[in-house]
């Protein structure tokens, strides 16, 4: 099985579901050979097959072979492209993925989470989430699949939802369904096959605007990142053992070298490096750019993507936190309801700047900034890596706010305590004594 729980069991496909049949027509000849497939391009990846050592998740690089069936994590910040039976899968980063063949002998594809391109000859069978069937024809042009998640801030884990999408890209494809059942044929250019948790019986095809970027084309590459996906490319040798690699990786003494392999570790269900980089403290801390990046490529999904990753990852972090932070800095990643606001949580976020603990205070102002989405201006006023002294009057500003019942999200209902004023008012004049 994939790590934490994740995922279905390799090449499996959703419950009360089979794998997509033979395509109707013309009579077919004996089952394809159970050939592999090949790492053709692209950055590092990790695989784990069923057959060829299970448990260990091992480095593949450009023409590295994989015994099928395979588990595949590509680390966020790289992107790899696999072959197989004439058809070009390029799995974008932060993906996780499982390649198989269905009962006839095609390809078979499942995306658990992340995006994929596929592109080629022939047909492909494809499992996103709840969504499972076959692109039976259009795979000239690349047709993406995609599946992505839905948590609201304080949502627990088991209540994060997922959106698992079929999306053409220059040409239309044709979908031959599975399950859901119902929609059959062509996908036009522009739209896409869409499925959501919140309706699990159903699903669509709905506008695809605007289409990912992934999809239509590269956007402008972040130059850390890509340094960071070679740097991580360089150290996994193929075929070798990944996560000791990343362990060692995970101390490099450049910051975004660290960075990459924690997040790749995460990927895979492993939370102990990128905790102790969350959290560190003083001359060990992370810059605000790479933490922020830290938490969206690797918190995030972990907090979205299950609830043995959610608590495996909270684990971790109250493992390596400085004393009786780890709890604060777990919640305070998770967000807070519009309910928890009102109930006490606005107030502890703006306490918590001034927390002794930096993971504490950046999770706390991010928090209000989600929030309250001051102006660019007021969004300067606090940084959580200033000196005590240098965050007083952002604190104050914050407290102000408080006071006037401002800790609220747009479209609530505001708290008890006096009527906001704008902005730029004056405070009130101070009572006499």
Not at 391 to 403: F, H, Q, S, Y
């Amino acid at each position: 099985r994939v790590p934490q729980g994740d995922a279905l069991a390799i090449a499996a496909p959703p419950a009360g579901t089979t794998p997509p049949p033979p395509q109707a027509g013309p009579a077919a000849g004996p089952a394809a050979p159970a050939a592999g497939a090949t790492v053709a391009a692209g950055d590092a990846l990790l695989s784990r097959s069923a057959i060829d050592r299970p448990n260990a998740w091992l480095a593949g690089a450009e023409a590295t072979a994989l015994a099928l069936p395979v588990d595949i994590a590509v680390p966020p910040m790289c992107r790899s492209t696999v072959v197989i039976d004439g058809l070009r899968i390029t799995l974008e980063p932060g993906t996780l993925a499982v390649l198989g063949r269905d009962a006839a002998g095609l390809p078979h594809l499942e995306v658990v989470f992340g995006a994929a391109l596929v592109a080629g000859t022939g047909r492909v069978g494809v499992t996103a989430a709840e969504l499972a069937g076959a692109i039976t024809a259009g795979l000239a042009a690349p047709v993406g699949v995609e599946v992505g998640f839905v948590r609201s801030p304080g949502a627990a884990a088991d209540a994060a939802g997922r959106v698992a999408r079929i999306i053409p890209g220059a040409a239309p494809c044709a979908w031959q369904a599975v399950a859901p059942p119902g929609v059959a044929g062509d996908i036009p250019v522009g739209q896409a096959l869409e499925w959501e948790s919140v309706a699990p019986d159903a699903a669509t095809i709905r506008t695809a605007e605007p289409a990912p970027d992934w999809l239509t084309g590269r956007p402008d590459e972040d130059a850390v990142a890509r340094r960071a996906a070679v740097a991580l490319t360089r150290r996994l040798a193929a075929g070798t053992a990944a996560v000791p690699a990343l362990r060692e990786l995970a101390a490099d003494r450049r910051v975004e070298n660290r960075v990459a392999a924690a997040a790749a570790l995460a990927l895979v269900g492993e939370f102990d490096e990128l905790a102790r980089l969350l959290v560190a403290e003083d001359g060990e801390a992370l810059a605000a750019t790479h933490w922020e990046r830290l938490d969206a490529v690797a918190v995030q999904p972990a907090l979205a993507r299950g609830t043995r990753a959610a608590e495996e990852f909270a684990k971790a972090v109250v493992a390596h936190a400085p004393a009786g932070a780890g709890p604060t800095v777990v919640r305070f990643a998770r967000g807070f309801t519009d309910d928890d606001l009102a109930g006490g949580a606005a107030a502890e976020l703006v306490a918590a700047l001034d927390s002794p603990h930096l993971a504490v205070r950046r999770y706390a102002i991010g928090n209000l900034l989600a929030i309250v989405d001051p102006k660019p201006v007021d969004r300067q006023r606090y940084r959580a890596e200033r000196e005590a002294e240098a965050r007083r009057d952002g604190v104050a500003w914050w407290r102000k706010r408080l006071e006037q019942g401002r800790i609220r999200r747009a479209g609530t209902a505001p708290t008890d305590g006096p009527s906001p004023a704008p902005d730029d008012a004056p405070a009130p004049a101070a009572s006499p004594p």
